[in-house]
């Protein structure tokens, strides 16, 4: 049933992400998917930071508001660029609609309004480890679907990270689960959300390219969140709100979400999802340090060890024992 589901009557190539890379060689694409990860990590780990303070001044539902109104403007106008006249071809298969409405209901509207309410309750740094649970879901859906074959190195790897951010959340959570408080709880759900999107838009982005699949899934998760959202917008006392946290808006909505996910959703139709996902725990110490600089979070040696194990598990699951297999061997389901 799944691998039924996977194959698409009407593969349809995205031209924005992919006319160059096809043309690149095998150990060129390598590369620079694994690069675009890196960076992608970067700006998410240092997002945290800048979601925390610009909640602070705007609030949950604004920010959400303008969020949404702004990312599927910028998607279909971009898709639009695109295809130049020929958005005919990017449009959805009838048969693929139900998966872009799930992808946007979970992947939007239900992942980012739980991951954002979940920040304004807790820290940039612990929202940051505990969203870095998500790995361990997502390869757990993906050997219950047999989506994709994992290797032991992964799963090692794996594991050694999230032990790694088990001892980052050693001294918070002594006290028992209950004192990690409610925002750390609300995240732990949303990275389960993400990991579920991660595996079911992973066909879509194959057929349809990361900017259609963006564009599209925000076609259906906006919409709710925009309608729930606007009467805290229209509400909100705004015109106090300064600069910069207007600034860090357009940051977290345009770099963070927008080309963030664009290039997230490229770099998982390139490296595969099991091989990208335990790239996710390198945003705990990129937000470690994003929130020590500009927050004033501080960090035991508790913390740097954990940072030290998180990152050596990291590097052992991209990098460490055998090469992966080819693509077409990797991922037999997308063909």
């Known amino acids: 049933m799944l691998r039924a589901s996977m194959a698409s009557p009407h593969p349809v190539s995205s031209p924005a992400l992919s006319l160059s890379a096809a043309r690149w060689s095998p150990a060129r694409r390598a590369r620079v998917s694994l690069a675009a990860a890196i960076v992608v990590m970067g700006v998410w780990g240092a997002n945290f930071a800048v979601t925390k303070y610009v909640l602070e001044h705007i609030g949950v539902a604004p920010f959400l508001f303008v969020r949404f109104l702004a990312m599927p403007v910028l998607g279909f106008a971009l898709l639009a660029l695109a295809y130049r006249g020929r958005l005919r071809d990017a449009l959805p298969a009838r048969g693929d609609l139900p998966r872009f409405a799930a992808c946007g209901l979970l992947g939007h509207t239900l992942h980012v309004g739980i991951v954002t309410w979940g920040i304004s309750l807790s820290t940039a740094f612990s929202s940051a480890l505990v969203l870095t649970s998500g790995p361990l879901f997502t390869l757990l859906i993906l050997a219950m679907l047999g989506a994709e074959r994992l290797h032991r190195r992964q799963l090692i790897g794996t594991w050694v990270a999230f032990l790694g951010i088990v001892l980052f959340l050693s001294d918070k959570f002594i006290g028992g689960l209950a004192s990690a408080g409610a925002g750390d709880l609300v995240l732990l759900g949303a990275a389960s959300l ?142």
Not at 286 to 297: D, M, N, Q
Not at 310 to 322: D, E, I, N, S
Request: proline share 11%.
């Open 194 to 335: 993400f990991s579920l999107y991660t595996v079911i838009s992973r066909p879509l982005a194959d057929r349809y390219g990361p900017l259609a699949l963006l564009a599209w899934t925000l076609a259906f998760g906006a919409p709710p969140t925009v309608l729930a959202t606007l009467p805290a917008f229209l509400a909100a006392p705004l015109a106090g709100v300064p600069a910069l946290a207007w600034a860090g808006l357009v940051w977290a909505t345009v770099v963070s979400a927008f080309l963030g996910w664009l290039v997230w959703a490229w770099v998982n139709t390139e490296r595969g999802v099991a091989r990208s996902a335990p790239l996710m725990y390198l945003m705990p110490p990129i937000a470690g340090v994003v929130a020590w600089l500009t927050l004033g979070e501080l960090f035991t040696w508790l913390k740097l060890a954990g940072a030290g194990v998180t990152m050596g598990g990291v590097a052992w699951a991209q990098f460490g024992g055998a090469h992966p297999p080819p693509p077409a061997a990797a991922q037999p389901d997308s063909a």
